[in-house]
């Protein structure tokens, strides 16, 4: 059974619809990408597992129907890196790491070790403010804080955006390692589709709020439109 | 009005004044902050709701409990009070335009002020604070033991404040729900009640200031409002974002009123306020953040 199901998903930002029916699974440790254009409904898609948006279908996660307030997802063992890495920027390193573990108690400084252990860089910064970090330390904090939660789902909107190829490696190089060593299934919304595919298992290409194609992701290399339209040969 | 000889001991105890003065604006300032930070909205009745709170404690004291009896039932009725206030008023229209909320507390302070008349009438009522008004000898200068108590529990007061804010998970949701709304949502912070949690805790601090300032003046419903009308300036001048500035402000803010009443011949007891708020306009001119105003810090 998949860790994560959506049922013919719609979302719409007041009268304007996003999604016309979404809908797609995620296994049990599984790295599952996200494709598609801007305004396809890739980030929509991730806010309405997380309940950012309002949105209509089935969400079941664990067996269960996702909460509808975003507050419950989180506890519920979802954690969403959102668009612009959603950072405390006023607040230290180490208080936005203190925060990803707010639903839970007991092993946080145990758990921020492991963090500084994946990204050593945020050690030596943990009594700065976040929002002096540069672009690819905000991603590594943003995925820290992801980790602090200890999530059964991680949702990851668009990891790459704005950094350099060597620290998008090591991002990637990090998400690989948490997917294997914590077995935490990953939902990865990518511009970079040559990039995900390489990492993930299975990909959904949407298009104006459906899923047009869905398979592993050799198969989507082997595709010849999202070859032309997303991987650019 | 003629100015008498200038002495050291004076200008001491006119320093100590204005710094209890300024204690008193400073808590009032931390409460509109602690608000305005977290929903960007300026709490109208804070006055209100501090002298709704000074009412409560003086009708504990006329059925026989000290002043210190009083002073935590007061703190736990102020609590709920603020908390219940934002879950039933603020709560249906937190995604209103702020002008909105805005109005309803100037709604609330009217409110307000109409029942305190009607519960315990207009007058003026004498409130007996828990400090002496004698003086002792700090250091060759003569200060009353009430300013000093006034100033000790205010300290206290934002002390423990800052240690809840800085070193508990609870204060830290708070700030995070204060700076970041939908990220706080996303890690699990109730950011809802988060905000109701301000409206109690700034509700507190009214009541501190409140029965601290009752003894030095009367109690009357309308007792708060030029405190209020500094408590904005002293926010201001502090630079509305910053509790630590609210704080700064108040006392600066304080002192100088105090000193310039004192000092400068024309301006007496009359024109201190208009004279505070021409020095702020000339602060803001030159910071228009306020002093501890947010200078944003980002590498981009």
Sequence with gaps: ?233 | MPIAAFTWTEFAQQLAAGIREGAIYAGLALAIVIIYRSTRVINFAQGEMATFTTFIAWSLMNQGLTFWEAFPIVLAIAFTGGVVIERTLIRPVENAPVLTIVIITVGLALLLNGLMSLIWGGANQQFHGPFSTRTIDVGGVPISVQDIGIVAVSVLLVALLALFFRFTKLGLGMRAAAVNRDSSRLVGVRVSWMFALGWGIATVLGAVAGMMIAPVVFLDPNMMQTILLYAFAAAVLGGLDSPVGAVVGGILLGVTITLLGRYVGFIGSTLKLPAALLLILVLLLVRPGGLFGKVAVRRV
């Design chain 1, 1 to 233: 059974m998949s860790l994560l199901e959506l049922r013919n998903v719609e979302a719409r930002y007041g009268p304007v619809k996003a999604l016309h029916g979404v809908s797609l699974t995620v296994g049990d440790g599984e790295l599952v990408a996200v494709l598609g254009a801007n305004g396809a409904g890739k980030t929509t898609t991730l806010r309405a597992i997380s309940g950012t948006v309002r949105r209509t279908g089935d969400l079941v996660f664990g067996g269960e129907a996702i909460p509808g307030r975003t507050e419950a997802t989180a506890k519920a063992g979802i954690a969403h890196v959102p668009e612009g890495r959603g950072t405390f920027s006023d607040l230290t390193v180490w208080e936005n790491l203190r925060l990803g573990a707010y639903t839970r108690r007991g092993g946080i400084k145990d758990d921020a070790r492991r963090v500084f252990g994946f990204f050593p860089r945020l050690e030596e910064r943990r009594h700065q403010q976040a929002g002096t970090l540069s672009g690819g330390e905000q991603q590594m904090l943003a995925l820290g804080r992801a980790m602090m939660a200890r999530p059964k789902l991680l949702l990851l909107d668009e990891p790459s955006l704005g950094l350099a190829p060597i620290v998008v490696n090591e991002i990637f190089a990090a998400l690989e390692r948490m997917k294997v060593q914590d077995g935490i299934s990953v939902l990865v919304v990518e511009q970079n589709a040559n990039l995900v595919l390489a990492h993930a298992a299975r990909a959904y290409v949407l298009e104006v709020g459906t899923v047009v194609v869905e398979g592993t992701s050799d198969e989507l290399r082997a595709n010849e439109s999202v070859r032309k339209s997303y991987l650019g040969y």
